[in-house]
């Protein structure tokens, strides 16, 4: 399990070619405590609503925590190790559709994204998420410049990077302003940090 390093994000502005900050934001606000957890696990968040869709529903009866037609953050472990967990169970039931419904890494990049993230099938992506941050970051860069984002993250133009990047629903989180409060303390910060 690599972390990243100072080196790893300012190569990946200049691919993106993007301020540091903005790459800088996006980590911040979607894994704030870093891409694994102390044990060396990903960090993981298990979406159930996304579950219910890749199996049409099929476990909302039994596992109804797991698999339901709604987004609701009800479910949510209240601990990275009750989230594995949840994600553990799901997987029992059926791993591909777990994983796809799950978001990876210091980028919470969803699983069912792979493709646009630079993988052919989900258990690549999983690996390559289980690796290290450097993976998570590269899958990162892919999905940026598959979905055309990179102009956003180039003007942090934070709302149209948030209706891609988190979904329709982003305001209601306040996605967007977390997004530019990051980046602007990150700005501000040493270029190199």
Request: neutral net charge; glycine residues 6%; aromatic residues 12%.
């Amino acid at each position: 399990m690599r972390l990243l390093s100072t080196q790893d994000y300012q190569r990946a502005a200049e691919r993106l070619k993007c301020p540091l900050a903005s790459i800088r934001a996006v980590a911040e606000v979607e894994a704030p405590r870093g891409g694994f957890d102390a044990d060396g696990n990903p960090t993981t968040l298990f979406e159930g609503h996304h579950f219910y869709r890749l199996t049409r529903g099929k476990f909302a009866t039994s596992h109804p925590t797991l698999c339901f037609p709604e987004w609701t953050r009800k479910h949510y472990g209240k601990s990275r190790a009750e989230e594995l967990d949840r994600l553990h169970r799901a997987q029992a039931l059926d791993w591909e559709a777990a994983c796809k419904a799950t978001s990876w890494g210091k980028f919470q990049i969803m699983g069912f994204n792979h493709y646009a993230a630079g993988f052919p099938d989900i258990r690549s992506f999983v690996t390559a998420m289980c690796e290290s941050e450097g993976q998570q970051l590269e899958a990162f860069c892919e999905f940026i410049e598959s979905q055309g984002l990179a102009d956003e993250m180039q003007r942090a133009d934070w709302k149209p990077f948030a209706r891609v990047f988190n979904g329709p629903r982003f305001a209601e989180n306040r996605y967007d302003i977390k997004l530019d409060a990051a980046y602007r303390k990150w700005a501000l910060a040493a270029p190199t940090a």
